[in-house]
């Protein structure tokens, strides 16, 4: 293990939901090699088995498991534990369908291992709660929505809070701190990956999308985040802090 690779005394528990034991095998090394614990299931009812043993901090699940679905495996998964859904190079549906049912992000067949190292850590990342938050800016209220930074929670306008993944938690963080602002694809992919941001612009749409049915008053006539044709999205309204 690279000690410069672990950030905590806990090491992240990864589960690799994976039928071909070689692939589990090269992909549980390499992370275990840089400070990642892992576990391996070789269909969805090893990995029914292995969330309900011990806690998982990200499941890397493949689409095309023996048993089912990928995607209706990803379908009924706690929305509280990060997806990274895998496939192939060829199945750019698959991909939106994953993003579009709660998947934090995708890695395609064949990856490298350093894409997929920094991808893990990218989810990890905001996905955890944020330990260094400014106290001025703990709460961003917009349009009847509360915000909160440091516990990565969104409340609805009837005071219910709003379940939300953490690449849509980022993205939404992202407009309200830069409020009437267009932000680009890219800029939001770099917010998401930073220099590993890859060309899958379609994603921040899919994220986009979600976003809208959870917040929206109206999600087929979106007035909150807005769209700017060809370029990006912004938020618009007025937020506040506190």
Excluded: W
């Amino acid at each position: 293990m690279h000690a410069s690779d672990v950030s905590a005394a806990v090491r992240p528990h990864v589960l690799l939901v994976e039928d071909d034991p070689q692939v589990a095998g090269l992909v549980a090394r390499y992370l275990e090699n840089h400070g990642f614990r892992c576990s391996s299931a070789a269909d969805s009812s090893q990995m029914d088995v292995a969330l309900r043993a011990e806690p998982i901090d990200l499941i890397l699940l493949d689409l095309g498991l023996p048993d089912e679905d990928g995607l209706m495996a990803l379908r009924r998964l706690d929305r509280r534990i990060p997806v990274i859904i895998v496939t192939g190079r060829g199945e750019s549906v698959d991909r939106v369908v994953g993003l579009e049912l709660g998947a934090d992000d995708y890695v395609a067949k064949p990856f490298e291992f350093r894409e997929l190292l920094a991808r893990i850590r990218s989810v990890l990342r905001r996905t955890q709660p944020a330990e260094s938050a400014l106290p001025g800016a703990a709460v961003l209220r917009f349009d009847g929505l509360a915000l909160d930074v440091r516990a990565r929670t969104v409340i609805d306008r009837e005071g219910r809070p709003v379940t939300l993944t953490g690449t849509e938690f980022e993205l939404l963080s992202a407009l309200a701190e830069r409020p009437g602002q267009v932000l680009t694809r890219d800029q939001l992919m770099n917010h998401l990956h930073g220099r590993d941001a890859g060309p899958f612009d379609r994603a921040i749409d899919v994220h986009i999308g979600r976003l809208r049915r959870k917040l929206e008053r109206n999600a087929a006539m979106p007035q909150l985040i807005q769209s700017s044709r060809g370029i990006g999205y912004r938020l618009a309204a007025t937020v506040t802090s506190s």
